[in-house]
């Protein structure tokens, strides 16, 4: 099974840029489609942005559209968040996932979806 491992979170001002990134082990992460979701003090974890085995095809939360930019590197067995114009409600833990099924299936936005689960990075984003 796959092991997820995220980083590069932390403080920044509004208007302000981070680049998180999930790093997988024990297994190939090519094989996985991976997404990023996002759980803020006594809110659900949600879902922000996920991405295809290949990378070719990607999907946003609405609230992140035109601002996050999900990527991954498969030779590098690690997939990434770029996260532009952060704004005070970004502020979350957030959560890389894996998932060992197709991202045609209506419900990769779904906790259900992803089977594999890091441990989460902090976002604080300050107004």
């Known amino acids: 099974q796959v092991q997820l491992v995220e980083s590069g979170g932390g403080l920044v001002q509004a208007g302000g840029s981070l680049r998180l990134s999930c790093a997988a082990s024990?297994?190939?992460?090519?094989?996985?489609?991976m997404g990023w979701f996002r759980q803020a003090p006594g809110k659900e974890r949600e879902f922000v942005a996920a991405?295809?085995?290949?990378?070719?095809?990607?999907y946003y939360a609405d609230s992140v559209k035109g601002r996050f930019a999900i990527s991954r590197d498969n030779a590098k067995n690690t997939m990434y968040l770029q996260m532009n114009s952060l704004k005070p409600e970004d502020t979350a833990l957030y959560y890389c996932?894996?998932?060992?099924?197709?991202?045609?299936?209506?419900?990769?936005?779904?906790?259900?979806?992803?089977?594999?689960w890091g441990q989460g990075t902090q976002v604080t984003v300050s107004s």
């Open positions: 024990r297994q190939t992460v090519s094989a996985y489609t």
């Open positions: 991405i295809s085995r290949a990378g070719v095809v990607t």
């Open positions: 996932a894996a998932s060992g099924r197709s991202l045609y299936d209506s419900d990769y936005d779904s906790l259900r979806f992803y089977a594999y």
